[in-house]
């Protein structure tokens, strides 16, 4: 299962449980939906703490596969070039 998934099964039972919660306690109409604008708040700072943690575990991926391919493409010019500098033999 990848961890996208896992974490939005987790946030998603975290808000359903803590609806429900709030909707069979016994308090007043107001009180109540104070509480749940409150947590709706807080799923929602949660939810874009992580996607901003994700998204810089994303470019910090990106930045090595650039070096990656940069490292690569440097060698390949390096052997291309000593290749071209070793003298060639004739084969009969």
């Known amino acids: 299962m990848s961890k996208g998934k ?3 099964g987790v946030l998603a039972g975290v808000a359903v449980g803590a ?3 709030v909707l069979f306690a016994p308090d007043k109409g107001w009180n ?3 509480r749940i604008i409150k947590k709706g708040e807080n799923i929602t ?3 874009r703490d ?3 943690e994700f ?4 470019s910090v991926k990106a930045d ?3 070096e990656d391919i940069s490292d690569f493409s440097e060698k390949s010019k390096s052997k291309s070039r ?3 500098k070793e003298p060639r033999t004739a084969t009969a």
């Open 45 to 47: 700072e949660d939810l």
């Open 6 to 8: 896992v974490l939005l």
């Open 82 to 84: 000593d290749a071209k």
């Open 55 to 58: 998204l810089d575990s994303l």
């Open 50 to 52: 992580k996607f901003e």
């Open 64 to 66: 090595e596969v650039k």
């Open 19 to 21: 609806a429900l919660g």
């Open 32 to 34: 109540t939906r104070k």
